[in-house]
T-cell receptor, first 117, second 112 residues
Framework: GNSVTQMEGPVTLSEEAFLTINCTYT??????LFWYVQYPGEGLQLLLK?????DKGSNKGFEATYRKETTSFHLEKGSVQVSDSAVYFC????????????????FGQGTILTVHP | DSGVTQTPKHLITATGQRVTLRCSPR?????VYWYQQSLDQGLQFLIQ???????AKGNILERFSAQQFPDLHSELNLSSLELGDSALYFC???????????FGQGTRLTVV
């Protein structure tokens, strides 16, 4: 079955530091890949996505590149802010008829990011 | 605001009881997904509907059931509640299956 593995947290950084959160996946076909962010007490928000190999998703200074050869989708940001403190989830979605996957998301375990001033 | 509305935001109930969680998807979205988030299990897919039809089931207990109504809102029914059912329950919707899903704020269920 599909699975997503994220680097273990928590991750603690100082403001303006460089961020990388590793994510690797296992899938049967050609999934779409996503990063979601969950701020304290809130739901999940879509941060960025990539739908095919070599696509780069980007949003709010975050970016991730879909690497089929290494089955990875690492999240990066050049300079983090205190407001980036949240839990980050890597996820994949596959859709194929006649199977058991109709676009449901498979999530990694989440990485807690804390940014200090 | 994602456009997905979940009610209630919080629920406290006793073991053995039954509750109904409600989800209104974004306007135009046909697909609704339910997820459970707990500290020990993380985010787990429960069930998916598309335009009123059940499409996929995940780790959903037999005590749990769901449906999607003609107006596309969805309800998740949890019965014979146990302490271990305490969790955050999220609903998400998407226009088509396999496209990005947008999440509601969740319903925090506490079983005492």
């Amino acid at each position: 079955g599909n699975s997503v593995t994220q680097m273990e947290g928590p991750v603690t950084l100082s403001e303006e530091a460089f961020l990388t959160i590793n994510c690797t996946y296992t899938a049967t076909g050609y999934p779409s890949l996503f990063w979601y962010v969950q701020y304290p007490g809130e739901g999940l928000q879509l941060l960025l996505k990539a739908t095919k190999a070599d696509d780069k998703g980007s949003n709010k200074g975050f970016e991730a590149t879909y690497r089929k050869e290494t089955t990875s989708f690492h999240l990066e940001k050049g300079s983090v802010q205190v407001s980036d403190s949240a839990v980050y989830f890597c996820a994949l979605s596959e859709f194929y008829m006649g199977g058991t996957s109709y676009g449901k998301l498979t999530f990694g375990q989440g990485t807690i990011l804390t940014v200090h001033p | 605001d994602s456009g997905v509305t979940q009610t209630p935001k919080h629920l406290i109930t006793a073991t053995g009881q039954r509750v109904t969680l409600r989800c209104s998807p974004r306007s135009g979205d046909l697909s609704v997904y339910w997820y459970q988030q707990s500290l020990d299990q993380g985010l787990q897919f429960l069930i998916q509907y598309y335009n009123g039809e059940e499409r996929a089931k995940g780790n959903i207990l037999e005590r749990f059931s769901a449906q999607q109504f003609p107006d596309l809102h969805s309800e998740l029914n949890l019965s014979s509640l146990e302490l271990g059912d305490s969790a955050l329950y999220f609903c998400a919707s998407s226009k088509k299956e396999g496209t990005e899903a947008f999440f509601g704020q969740g319903t925090r269920l506490t079983v005492v």
